[in-house]
T-cell receptor, first 115, second 111 residues
Framework: GAGVSQSPRYKVAKRGQDVALRCDPI?????LFWYQQALGQGPEFLTY????????KSGLPSDRFFAERPEGSVSTLKIQRTQQEDSAVYLC?????FGFGETQYFGPGTRLLVL | AQRVTQPEKLLSVFKGAPVELKCNYS??????LFWYVQYSRQRLQLLLR?????SIKGFTADLNKGETSFHLKKPFAQEEDSAMYYC?????????????WGAGTKLIIKP
């Protein structure tokens, strides 16, 4: 079956521009995560959804970052007034249920470059 | 705070040689530990998890709570093992089930 998909795969933005990154999780997966991966680093947690509820957004680096999952399926990560330090790969992951023992399945990521 | 440390950014070994990728963690409770692998131009995928105690593609990893380590091992490396390897932890205290990641080790298998 189809895995997690993300679009666009690459995004170049001018500093100050708003961007929207989309994640399509595996159908039926309850949990959805966003991670940010800077060059040469491991992923870092941004936010977590259980169905449409955003249960944790403690990893969002500033109030310029906003995520939603209005119908409990597709999720969008929006970054307003992008800054150069926002340049990173943004990863989306989903898991069938919530809880320990659940495997997270990752999308290919969106590589964002802010000039 | 929880932390995962992978001390080697790059590890290069010859084909057929043993491989050990190091992972240390700091967490006072009972963690779940994972190894994820990312092959060139592919997405992150789960390699193995400590609760399964399985061997995948010849790799094994044992959780050592005394040394807070979860090193990944393979007795005979193959060229197709060349990839980025990430160790990750999930803390049982957290209710959001996020993964906490090491910085990764790039493994290069020389022919």
């Amino acid at each position: 079956g189809a895995g997690v998909s993300q679009s666009p795969r690459y995004k170049v933005a001018k500093r100050g521009q708003d961007v929207a990154l989309r994640c399509d999780p595996i159908s039926g997966h309850v949990s959805l995560f966003w991670y940010q991966q800077a060059l040469g680093q491991g992923p870092e947690f941004l936010t977590y959804f259980q169905n449409e509820a955003q249960l944790d957004k403690s990893g969002l680096p500033s109030d310029r970052f906003f995520a939603e999952r209005p119908e409990g399926s597709v999720s969008t990560l929006k970054i307003q007034r992008t800054q150069q330090e926002d340049s990173a790969v943004y990863l989306c992951a989903s898991s069938l249920r919530f809880g320990f023992g659940e495997t997270q399945y990752f999308g290919p990521g969106t590589r964002l470059l802010v000039l | 705070a929880q932390r995962v440390t992978q001390p080697e950014k790059l590890l290069s070994v010859f084909k057929g040689a043993p491989v050990e990728l190091k992972c240390n963690y700091s967490y006072s409770g009972s963690p779940e530990l994972f190894w994820y692998v990312q092959y060139s131009r592919q997405r992150l995928q789960l390699l193995l998890r400590h609760i399964s105690r399985e061997s995948i593609k010849g790799f094994t990893a044992d959780l050592n709570k005394g040394e807070t380590s979860f090193h990944l091992k393979k007795p005979f490396a193959q060229e197709e093992d060349s990839a980025m390897y990430y160790c990750a932890l999930r803390a049982h205290m957290d209710s959001n089930y996020q993964l906490i990641w090491g910085a990764g080790t790039k493994l290069i298998i020389k022919p």
